[in-house]
């Protein structure tokens, strides 16, 4: 991997070159594209659609400059790189632009982006972690925001092993940062209007018990993958959804706990293709757009859970 980037940078280093994140960046794909523009000097940051908090943090403390990638002239760049995605239903802009590169650790399904160069490593915890060990330098700032990304896409380091460890206590130094000052970046202190989003989420759960799993599911108007998350600690699995009608679709966040053994992408891919959208993301954290409603999406995504989670059981036999 470390002699694809070498490549990629030969190539392409002093190259114009739009870096792009998914949209609603979380802070491993903005630490991830603010790492990558600070190596290569012609580049610059795109995002789209309103950041996470604690992306929205970093990108203040270190004066972090984004664009819209709709609003920039393709012949004046050179092409992209996309960071923590490979999916153009995360970044719908990036159609039509030429891929240098895709840095990205999450597992193939709902991967439709083509890149010259491709580093990616679906065993990475965070993509802050596999940049992280690509660059030749790292300096005081970027190894602050790299330390943030990997702690806020581990989880509290539950899908952690041995190298992510290593990298942070690395990127630690550093920065010159301890662990207590990094969380405030990497787990902040959520905004009055999320707490209220997420109550009501918890507010209006169902649930069932089947296939050896509680499975919670519910609507909110935002903050969805907080409230999947808040409710996947009670429950084994929860499936959260957002109607939005101006685009006509709903979004599903689905977390699970540790024990849960149907990997939530599976269902998200699946249930995304029934309804003419698309799914994916990782085994315990994954999300989807359908073009449906969001009582009807929910009851498929149960479904399909059920389904699956019966089918393994019946493996073991
Ligand atoms: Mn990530």
């Not at 490549?7 to 979380?26: C, E, L, M, P, Q």
């Not at 659609?49 to 664009?67: C, N, P, V, W, Y």
């Not at 006509?248 to 706990?257: C, G, H, K, L, N």
């Not at 009851?299 to 399909?304: A, R, S, Y």
Request: charged letters at 30%; a negative charge; aromatic letters at 6%.
């Amino acid at each position: 991997m470390k002699n694809k980037f070498q490549d990629f940078f030969s190539k392409y280093g002093n190259s114009r070159i739009a870096i792009v994140t998914h949209n609603k960046a979380d802070a491993d794909s903005i630490s991830s594209a603010y790492a990558l523009n600070k190596i290569l000097p012609k580049s610059i940051i795109c995002t789209h659609e309103e950041m996470r908090l604690g992306a929205q943090m970093l990108a203040d403390k270190f004066s972090i400059e984004t664009h819209e990638l709709s609003s920039l002239k393709k012949e004046e760049f050179e092409g992209i790189v996309v960071v923590d995605t490979s999916a153009y239903t995360l970044v719908p802009e990036a159609a039509g632009w030429k891929i240098l590169a895709i840095i990205d650790h999450h597992r193939s399904d709902g991967r439709d982006m083509k890149g010259e160069f491709e580093i990616i490593e679906t065993s990475s915890p965070s993509a802050a972690e596999i940049i992280a060990n690509l660059l030749p330098e790292i300096d005081k700032e970027m190894a602050f925001a790299l330390s943030v990304g990997i702690i806020s896409d581990g989880a509290r380091f539950k899908s952690s092993r041995a190298g992510s460890f290593k990298t942070l206590a690395m990127l630690m130094e550093i920065a010159g940062a301890e662990y207590e000052e990094l969380l405030e970046y990497a787990e902040p202190e959520p905004r009055q209007e999320a707490k209220i989003a997420m109550l009501t989420a918890m507010k209006r759960v169902e649930f069932v018990y089947a296939a050896g799993y509680v499975i919670a599911t519910t609507e909110v108007g935002s903050n969805e993958s907080d409230a999947a998350s808040i409710i996947a600690d009670a429950a084994d699995v929860a499936f959260v959804a957002k109607w939005k009608n101006r685009e006509q679709e709903t979004r599903i966040s689905a977390r699970a706990r540790k024990s849960v053994k149907v990997p939530l992408n599976e269902v998200m891919g699946e249930v995304g293709k029934m309804f003419g959208g698309a799914g994916g993301g990782h085994p315990k954290a994954a999300g989807a757009a359908l073009k449906t409603h969001s009582d009807e999406a929910l009851k498929k995504c149960v479904e399909v859970f059920i389904e699956k989670a019966e089918k393994k059981e019946s493996e073991k036999i």
